[in-house]
């Protein structure tokens, strides 16, 4: 059919003006509309002001152009500004789908403003009002799956997103800018790979994130890789809440790299990630209080890092990170400054105003993450440890510190090989090396430590000694095993030693204790069993200072500064209740074999009345098989020298478990005057000359104690006298004589016993005891202890006489010869010699000469009247002056006894045959009594008798014969007429 042309022109008009008005209402209506009612829509949907410049629509192309848009919250502040927005719509694509396919989606220069408020809510939920309560009779709305739609292209070009956060401080801000964003193939409508994209976006406090990847909205899985860099950690913590870290980080920049997998599953989203890559670079962390710094990490890499949140796995192929510095101090209170920093907040406030609300109800616990770690390799790290606790705070510096552990998997807590070293102090250094296991804790190291100095570690002895660590190191190599299984355990093998170790005391700033080195070789040591094993001790060149103060304690008991609770309070302190404790073996102790060389010790002795000081030098030996078991016995071999003169020996066997003993001591060549303050102590003399040795054996059993002393002095002369009021009293020049022999040599030989277990026992008390009552002994009876020089057992304490005479008998000049000799070879004794005379025995054979003398003296008044003067001790009388001088006493003195004979001879009347001498001499001497002076005299001629023979006929100097005070007796006695010597000694 042909149309008239005039119907043609007038379907073709309509044609032309239907499109004409798209056109007109698609060019100038719908943006005029747009412009003017959507601020009205977009202020009633939302309640912010919304502003638009242009609005630019193609109908044909189906393509709008937006222009300057602007969204203004209630308070004036910009939330929303687009530069320009495209939206390019494919007609007839979005018909063939029935959806909606978009060429593009465009947003140029987009900027959001973010802002959470001081009160915690965001500026954005001011967009729109708040949602209606849900109508519970309401059934939920069914799910309608999302129409098809399909964005070829969605871009955003310069975009910026700012962030602030008045919560967290007036500068907590951030913006992200520029931002640029590209997705192709973007919608519920997948292609045949998804979406591909690409984002960019950089942080004004520094760093970029980047992603480029693929995605499909129906289901949700997302395949990319992200690259987060230079992320400045400290700018973006400003975000954060407050005190949401326990420490400040001061810098630190932030790098990360993954490919990623995201998917959807019925249980939710699931993402995963590997080669990952996690980078720190110059990070400072301190702590908030004074800003000290706790962690200078100049790198840390994480590398090969995999996630799986599905299978809770995470694997790092290796952890490195180089020279970082840590600090690290013991607080004053003893808590470690982490501890502290990192310590779980208290009981909420909530639980504890009601402690009888019921717990919530546990969880159902999650499957536990699976933590593989293939190589951790930490280098060239410092730890500075600093100890508060201590009135001086010591420092202990880690350097070089290098770790290197491989293998972790937390499923699978086996052996992880474990390396460590470090330098300590930058002196000494430390390595470990060996297997580890971390659940339950265990190791097996082997352990080096060379050149450890101890004088860094002075305050930790200060508080409880006096004593000055002023050099020493300390050195280790064996084997470690640590295990916690049922209890802790620890094992040790190898060997050990201290160098050059001197310390010093703090009171006299001298020397205590040192030695150039103390090897302690083959250690075994089991602390759990308490068994310790070391196969052999040796001191090089050992010194040790021990001195005895004034008032009796010693330079030992100065040294301690610790007092005990009850000192320290001043009152008794109660004692806690103890927990009874599972039994633990006995300390088992066994050393193979102590050496000793070189060893040296100074002794002083301050307490006595003269200081005593004494150097042992070159002590050299070894005790072999000290244990603490029941029946082992440590066998003594030592030896030394005392001022390079004196020599010792000890040795014998000691239990250490029971306390038997058999010791020897043996010192030789001692000289005596080095001993001067004792002998002073003991008896208030010097000592001038003289050696000594000494043999002593000491045993003791079950507390027993029994001690063979063999001395032997030669030479020994005493000095000067030395005021002490705490000496015994003892003559000891004497003694000394007496127990010296010819050769000048005294040897004794005493034992001595005791119970160690009386609580009054005291060796030394024994030891003086036995000397003193050795020394009583020898001068009680001094010529038994001359016996072996006068050589036959004769009183020597004596010597005889005859009634009334003075004169020596053959038997008593031969023992005074005998003893003669013997003084001749002690020049320092002396002999005292007491004449004696005895009323009873000596009188009666005295009378004679005592009536004799009165003769005399009648004969000397005849001479006198003659004119001559003689005295009566120079006459003698002849025989006949004698009878006729008698005749004339006898008849002064018995006048009427005497008569006379036709030539004038004199007889008695009562019996004139007798004798009348005879009778007369007997009559007239029993008018005598006793004289005193006569027989004093007597005693002196005596005593003069035995000084003339012992220094004539003996050859004793005169000087050392005394005669001593004459002695009258009225007893009579059977063991003669005695006179007594004794002995003395040459001051």
């Known amino acids: 059919m042909v149309l008239k042309r005039s119907t043609g022109y007038w379907i073709g008009g309509t044609l032309v003006g239907l499109v004409g008005l798209y056109a007109a209402a698609g060019y100038y209506v719908l943006p005029y509309w747009a412009r003017t009612r959507l601020p009205e829509i977009v202020h009633q949907a939302t309640g912010a002001q919304f502003g638009i410049e242009t609005v630019a629509f193609d109908p044909f192309e189906w393509r709008a152009e937006l222009r300057g848009i602007r969204l203004t919250g209630a308070d004036g502040k910009d939330l929303l500004g687009l530069e320009s927005l495209v939206l390019d719509i494919q007609a007839m694509e979005s018909l063939g789908m029935r959806g909606l396919a978009v ?68 500068d907590a801000a951030e913006t992200l800018m520029p931002l640029q964003l590209e997705v192709a193939e973007l919608g519920t409508v997948n292609g045949k790979n998804g979406a591909s994209g690409r984002l960019a976006v950089g942080l004004a406090s520094g760093g970029t994130l980047n992603w480029q990847g693929q995605l499909t909205l129906m289901p949700l899985v997302s395949t990319g890789s992200l690259r987060v860099e230079g992320i400045v950690v400290p700018k973006l913590l400003k975000l954060a809440p407050k005190d949401v870290l326990p420490v400040t980080i001061d810098a630190g920049q932030l790098s990360v790299t993954a490919d990623y997998h995201l998917s959807q599953h019925d249980g939710g989203v699931n993402l995963a990630l590997n080669n990952g890559v996690i980078d720190l670079k110059k990070w400072a962390i301190s702590e908030p209080a004074q800003h000290r710094s706790l962690l200078d990490l100049p790198s840390l890499t994480l590398s ?9 796995q995470l694997t790092i192929a290796k952890v490195a990170a180089d020279d970082a510095a840590i600090q690290v101090w013991l607080q004053a209170d003893g808590v470690v400054n982490y501890q502290a920093l990192f310590a779980e907040p208290g009981q909420s406030s909530a639980n504890a105003s009601n402690p009888a609300a019921a717990p919530p109800t546990p969880a159902e616990p999650a499957k536990p993450w699976r933590v593989k770690v293939d190589d951790v390799a930490l280098s060239n790290h410092r730890i500075e440890f600093t100890d508060y606790s201590l009135t001086k705070p010591v420092t202990l510096e880690l350097t070089e510190l290098a770790l290197a552990v491989r293998g972790f998997d937390s499923a699978n807590p086996g052996k992880l090989p474990l390396t460590f070293a470090t330098r300590i102090n930058q002196k000494a250094s430390l390595k470990l090396a060996g297997d580890t296991v971390l659940q339950p804790f265990g190791a097996a190291w082997q352990v080096t430590l060379d050149n450890l100095l101890i004088k860094p570690f002075q305050a930790y002895l200060d508080p409880y000694l006096n004593l000055e660590l002023v050099d020493g190191a300390v050195n280790l190599d064996g084997n470690l095993q640590l295990t916690t299984t049922d209890q802790f355990q620890l094992t040790f093998t190898g060997n050990a030693n201290i160098d050059n170790l001197v310390t010093r005391d703090q009171i006299k700033n001298k020397d205590f204790l040192k030695w150039s080195d103390l090897t302690l070789a083959g250690i075994d040591i089991d602390l759990n069993q308490q068994d310790f094993k070391i196969d052999r001790v040796v001191f090089e060149r050992p010194y040790f200072r021990f001195n005895i103060k004034k008032d009796g304690t010693t330079n030992v008991d100065e040294l301690s500064v610790v007092k005990s609770p009850a000192q320290q309070n001043g009152s008794k302190v109660a004692e806690a209740p103890t927990k009874p404790d599972v039994k633990s073996p006995e300390p088992k102790l066994v050393i193979g074999k102590i050496e000793m060389k070189n060893g040296r010790s100074d002794f002083a002795d301050y307490s006595l009345i003269l200081p005593f000081v004494a150097e042992m030098k070159r002590l050299n030996g070894e005790v072999s098989g000290f244990s603490t078991e029941k029946d082992a016995y440590a066998q003594l071999d030592l030896q030394g020298k005392v001022y390079d003169l004196a020599s010792v020996d000890i040795k014998g066997k000691y239990q250490f478990q029971t306390g038997n003993t058999d010791v020897g001591l043996k010192f030789t060549h001692m000289p005596l005057p080095l001993i001067t303050p004792y002998m002073a102590e003991f008896a208030g003399y010097k000592i001038e000359k003289g050696q000594m040795a000494l043999d002593l054996q ?40 007496l127990l010296k022999d010819a050769d000048g040599r005294i040897n004794l030989d005493f034992p001595i016993s005791g119970s160690l277990e009386d609580p009054k026992f005291s060796l030394g008390a024994l030891v003086s005891d036995v000397l003193v009552n050795l020394i009583a002994k020898a001068v009680a009876s001094p010529f038994k202890m001359f016996g072996a020089l006068l050589g036959e057992d004769k009183d020597y304490s004596v010597v005889k006489f005859g009634p009334g005479s003075a004169k020596l008998a053959a038997e008593e000049s031969a023992k005074l010869d005998q003893l003669g000799q013997a003084l001749t070879t002690k020049p320092e004794l002396t002999l005292e010699i007491k004449g004696k005379a005895y009323e009873t025995q000596d009188w009666p054979a005295m009378r004679y000469d005592a009536v004799k003398d009165v003769l005399k003296k009648m004969k000397s008044g005849e001479l006198r009247d003659q004119g001559q003067k003689i005295r009566h001790e120079y006459l003698e009388l002849s025989d006949d002056e004698y009878r006729r001088l008698l005749a004339k006493f006898f008849g002064e003195v018995f006048p009427e006894e005497l008569d006379r004979g036709l030539f004038g001879k004199p007889r008695l009347k009562s019996d004139p045959n007798a004798d009348f001498y005879s009778v007369a001499q007997q009559r007239l001497e029993g008018i005598f009594h006793p004289d005193p002076q006569r027989l004093t005299e007597l005693a002196v001629d005596r005593a003069n008798h035995i000084a003339q023979y012992v220094t004539m006929q003996g050859k004793v100097e005169r000087g050392r014969v005394y005669i001593l005070a004459p002695e009258l007796s009225q007893a009579e006695t059977a063991d003669g007429l005695n006179s007594v010597l004794s002995l003395g000694a040459l001051p």
């Open 304 to 312: 090969g890092v995999a996630v799986d949140l599905q299978d809770r």
């Open 698 to 737: 000491y045993k003791i059993s079950k507390g027993q104690l029994e001690v063979q002393n063999k001395l032997f002095i030669d030479q020994l002369a005493l000095g000067d006298h030395v005021e002490n009021p705490k000496a015994m009293s003892l003559p000891l020049h004497l003694a000394i004589a």
């Open 103 to 170: 060429t593009a989606i465009e947003f140029g220069k987009p900027t959001i403003n973010l802002e959470r408020r001081a009160d915690g809510r965001l500026n954005l939920a001011d967009l729109r009002p708040a949602e209606a309560e849900p109508d519970p009779s309401s059934e939920p709305a069914k799910e309608d799956l999302p129409p098809p739609l399909l964005i070829h292209r969605l871009a955003i070009d310069a975009g910026e997103i700012r962030w602030r956060d008045a919560l967290a401080g007036e």
